[in-house]
């Protein structure tokens, strides 16, 4: 039996220090996980449980690289954000082991057509064009947990600069939701499986980046990332 058109590559991500590939199932993002974040976006970071929205697994963009300026906005926003990478699946979750299920971190930027996503939420409609569009998702290699630890049960920093100036600067421990909580409510939600990224969500001062800039983006002991707009 073959595939009657060829199917496409799946998507991957390189491990740091290996030639091995670390394939891309889904990715979930976190929305609003920090509270100067949450009220940057006009809502209320007390009320708010966790939610999610997805990216396909195509976006993924690899570090280094240069995008095209996505067509249909004009404010294609920056969100500099940890990504969990899941190594061993399950449902239900509890929340002591769930950091047994992460394989290792990256650290990834959560572009977004600002301008459709505000457009979509003022009238309730779904967010999946100002989110999920084409290389919408870029993200370092990898770092194994025996390498990299859990840096959100620390303070490590995590900043973006968009060409040398920094925009966005925070910590990790100011997550809203940790990875160990995320995983176990997004698991009671959705079956993880091997290969789910999660981003966990951006700090404050998101903003746009416009054509022929640069970013540069940093969380400490989990690397650091380069994706220029053509
Ligand atoms: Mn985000």
Same mark, same amino acid.
């Given at each position: 039996?073959?595939?009657?058109?060829?199917?496409?590559?799946?998507?991957?991500?390189?491990?740091?220090?290996?030639?091995?590939?670390?394939?891309?199932?889904?990715?979930?993002?976190?929305?609003?996980n920090y509270r100067a974040h949450a009220i940057e976006m006009g809502s209320d970071p007390d009320r708010d449980p966790p939610f999610f929205f997805m990216k396909p697994a195509d976006a993924i963009v690899q570090n280094g690289a240069t995008i095209p300026y996505p067509p249909k906005t004009n404010n294609f926003h920056h969100e500099i954000e940890l990504v969990a990478a899941i190594g061993k699946g399950g449902a239900?979750?509890?929340?002591?082991?769930?950091?047994?299920?992460?394989?290792?971190?990256?650290?990834?930027?959560?572009?977004?057509?600002?301008?459709?996503?505000?457009?979509?939420?003022?009238?309730?409609?779904?967010?999946?064009?100002?989110?999920?569009?084409?290389?919408?998702?870029?993200?370092?290699?990898?770092?194994? @947990?025996?390498? =990299?630890?859990?840096?959100? #049960?620390?303070?490590?920093? !995590?900043?973006?600069?968009?060409?040398?100036? %920094? *925009?966005?600067?925070?910590?990790?421990?100011?997550?809203?939701?940790?990875?160990?909580?995320?995983?176990?409510?997004?698991?009671?939600?959705?079956?993880?499986?091997?290969?789910?990224?999660?981003?966990?969500?951006?700090?404050?001062? @998101?903003?746009? =980046?416009?054509?022929?800039? #640069?970013?540069?983006?940093? !969380?400490?002991?989990?690397?650091?990332?380069? %994706? *220029?707009?053509?």
């Amino acid at each position: 039996m073959s595939y009657v058109i060829t199917p496409e590559e799946q998507p991957a991500l390189p491990i740091e220090g290996s030639d091995d590939l670390f394939p891309v199932r889904r990715i979930y993002c976190v929305g609003r996980n920090y509270r100067a974040h949450a009220i940057e976006m006009g809502s209320d970071p007390d009320r708010d449980p966790p939610f999610f929205f997805m990216k396909p697994a195509d976006a993924i963009v690899q570090n280094g690289a240069t995008i095209p300026y996505p067509p249909k906005t004009n404010n294609f926003h920056h969100e500099i954000e940890l990504v969990a990478a899941i190594g061993k699946g399950g449902a239900n979750i509890p929340e002591k082991s769930a950091l047994d299920h992460v394989w290792g971190y990256g650290v990834g930027i959560d572009l977004t057509r600002r301008d459709l996503q505000m457009a979509a939420r003022e009238i309730g409609r779904p967010w999946d064009m100002g989110k999920g569009f084409d290389k919408s998702a870029p993200c370092t290699a990898l770092k194994p @947990v025996s390498v =990299v630890g859990h840096p959100d #049960t620390t303070d490590a920093a !995590i900043w973006i600069k968009v060409n040398g100036e %920094i *925009k966005q600067q925070s910590t990790l421990d100011l997550h809203i939701w940790n990875v160990a909580e995320t995983i176990a409510y997004l698991s009671e939600l959705v079956e993880l499986a091997p290969g789910d990224l999660i981003y966990m969500g951006t700090p404050d001062g @998101v903003g746009p =980046v416009a054509a022929g800039e #640069t970013m540069e983006g940093h !969380i400490d002991g989990v690397g650091d990332i380069t %994706i *220029k707009v053509a």
